[in-house]
């Protein structure tokens, strides 16, 4: 059975690990892995691939930058050559980028299976480009795995058959459980010289977030506030470090340098980390910001607080097991929610991850359960 996996960013990297680690316990599977390069800065791409130990892509597409539909129309073009050359039996799509789209809406002309990794996650809010791209390929998928009771509720209102839904968990968890060690040995607090629970992260790259100059500086502003009390550290996504450059934001953060300490009173840029270093960042921090859907979910499993600034999730049951909170992107807002937390005990780590206490099938084992229901269904 020929299995293509299209992956193009790195929340696909982190899906797609546990997928391919699992799929090499059965001969029967022939794994191809087609990177369509739609992140192609080497922080958010190669750096994945070497430190989650990915295979090296079979096909590499260079598709790069560009607008939405240019950019989709550009990967469909190149895979649509891939798909007609391989002939494959199912292609895997994941989440909800626009390699996932271009994918899907490839593999539905030429009437290829699809399975969605990811299936029936909804923020309700057209305006981001990624719920189209969840909308559209779902309505195509074959298969469609889940990560959570509210996506198979979503799938189901929407009109999608019952025995097309499958609910196998959060497959991020499936990479998180098998890195935890070094996750907790991570150096990264120590390259920065900071204590634990010292210091908040951010993570911050919506195009409605950083975009919008009077969001985006609005948020700044926020921040300034709240570095008076701990350290920030961001890590900042390349779209971000382009928009503060265009709006000229450089004032409210220093680039950190080798040797340099982060401080409180400080926001320090970081480039962007290894996956292993970024979650050491979220795991020792005092709490996270963040516009990420992805990072939600990991905050949820390390149990650190974490802050969503968007005026929508995706992701329901973090904010139902009470380590995230969502939070309208306006200064004040953001300002009173870390008081919050701040005037709060600091959550106790764990010394290991409690599975029991996470949403259900969010254990680690997600990608045996999607492999064993694609093996059934061939």
Known sequence: MKIINI???????????????AAKKYPRLKMKLVHTGQHYDYNMSKVFFKNLAIPK??????TGSGSQGAQTGQMMIALEKIVL????????????????????????KLTIPIAHIEAGVRSFDRAMPEEINRLVTDSLSDLLFTPSDYAVKNLTREGVARQKIFNVGNIMMDTLFANFNK????????????????????????????????????????LNQIKKSLAIIWPIHPRARKQTRKFNLDRFFVPHRPGRTARIGQITLLDPLAYTESLGLFYQARFVLTDSGGVQTETTALNTPCLTLRYNTEWLETLSQGTNTRIDPEPRKI?????????????????????????????????????????DKS
């Open 7 to 21: 992956i193009g960013t790195r929340p696909n990297f982190i899906k797609i690990a546990p997928f391919m680690q």
């Open 57 to 62: 892509p079979d096909i590499y597409l260079g």
């Open 335 to 375: 300002i009173n929610a870390a008081n919050k937390i701040l005037r709060r005990p600091i959550r106790k780590k764990p010394a290991f991850l409690q599975k029991s206490k996470l949403p259900k099938y969010w254990d680690g084992k997600t990608s045996q359960r999607i492999i064993k229901i694609i093996l």
């Open 85 to 108: 050359k391989e002939k494959p039996d199912l292609i895997v799509v994941l989440g909800d980028v626009n390699s996932t789209l271009a994918a899907s809406l490839v593999a539905a």
């Open 183 to 222: 996750i907790k040995q991570s150096q990264i607090c120590r390259r920065l010289d900071l204590k634990p629970q010292t210091y908040a992260a951010m993570t911050l790259h919506r195009p409605s977030n950083v975009d919008d100059k009077k969001t985006f500086t609005g948020i700044l502003k926020a």
